[in-house]
């Protein structure tokens, strides 16, 4: 806990706060945000005050209770992963519900959704339980433990969980051939990634599907999924072993939209996990360069054809968004927006890269990863970093007004394509 005389949690706008302690047992502490308090994303923010006479707080014990609507046959407009959902059979919180109290830095904003663990649930009904980075548990009471800090999903009710090829599936079926076709896809994926970015990509994923409650979505095919590492998490209750197609050569492999959705999601083991930035850039040092990632991946193991009609896409919606703002004149998060953030800003980043090198553009990347926490992830950083990866400032500055300050309707991404970049870290 932070050295403070006012200590911030955030918790999800559900929940009634009961009691705040300092510590297991420790004396009871007052705390606001109770009544017309500020609310961030799916949380409500508690402050609370630490008297003098305690000193230092180790610890705060926060009891609550609260309830969410179950949605069995009554879809909702939207769903994401910060929604608390209770639907057939199943309960499903994320990190980003702040379903846990969840300790917010009054600097420098920054959540520590992140956290070591000993969780107890008990779940009268479940015949399955699960928390992020523990391996799932047979029901209705079981103990979850972790040394290693992790941002707390939480996935309880009536699924199946089957453990082959090294891996783990949550809520879907898969046979012993269908799970070694996911560790293959899995294995050249995230081998590539060390190779470009010099940095060991450490564990392995789990698998996880489950019913969204969304209109636009459909139960038995996914058309949505996010991380919460080590869980890959799928949308559409899909039958994870029906995925798995042949080709005209007769070998197994993933559909190439699974094939794209894992560069990405399995790129936000780096860009969301390793790194957790914080200000108003945050949608491009997550989304935009794990996208970005997925991209090259396509570039180094996909057809020519296959990934110029990937860049074609991108660059279409991107165009049918219309302008944005630069980087370097983005002051709030909610200015980088899903065209932003998931079909520009990665092309931008392609284009950096067939003009400064992939050696360079690992080097940046890595440096993106690895420079203290406490270096702010703002645009003079990525300029910074852009330099000492030995990207010239002639090819930097270019690059900047071609691609970053130029208009949507002449901007650089008209010139990126399969026929100028081809990705050599395989």
Known sequence: MPDADTLTFVLNHAFEVGTVRAGRGGPVLDYDGYYDGEWLGEG?????????????????????SGAVPVFDGHPVPDDWKGRIVANHGTLRATEQSKWYPIVRDRKSGALSTQVSYDITVDCADCRQLYINGSAPAAGPSARFTS??????????????????????????????????VFRDQLDATTSGFERFLGIEYEGSPVFLTFLSIAKRRTPG?????????????????????????????????????????????????????????????????????????????????????????????????????????????????????????????????LSLEERAGEAAMGRLLGTVLTAPAERQRDWPFFLDAAAAAGIPD????????????????????????ASRFRGGAR
């Open 394 to 417: 002639t090819v930097l500055s270019e690059w900047v007004a071609k691609c970053v300050e130029a208009p949507i309707t002449d901007n650089c991404i008209a010139e990126v394509g």
């Open 147 to 180: 040394d290693v800090p992790r941002a707390l999903l939480l996935f309880a009710g009536d699924f199946s969980v089957t453990r082959t090829a090294g891996l783990e599936f949550v809520g879907g079926a898969i046979d012993e051939r269908a799970a070694a």
């Open 221 to 349: 095919r996914s058309s949505w999924a996010f991380v919460s590492w080590p869980t890959v998490a799928f949308d559409g209750a899909i039958d994870f072993g029906s995925l798995v197609e042949t080709a005209a050569d007769g070998t197994a492999l993933l559909p190439l939209w699974l094939r794209r959705t894992l560069g990405h999601e399995l790129a936000h083991y780096y860009f969301g996990t390793v790194l957790r930035p914080t200000g108003p850039l945050f949608w491009f040092y997550v989304e935009s360069m794990a996208e970005y990632m997925s991209l090259r991946r396509m570039a180094v193991a996909e057809s020519d054809s296959v990934f110029a009609d990937n860049v074609r896409e991108l660059r279409d919606g991107a165009l049918r968004a219309g302008p944005v703002s630069p980087l370097s004149r983005i002051e709030q998060a909610s200015q980088i927006g899903d065209s932003y953030r998931y079909q520009l800003a990665p092309l931008w980043l």
């Open 44 to 64: 409500s923010v508690y402050d609370v005050a630490v008297p003098d006479s305690l000193g230092p707080v180790a610890s705060l014990c926060v009891a609550y």
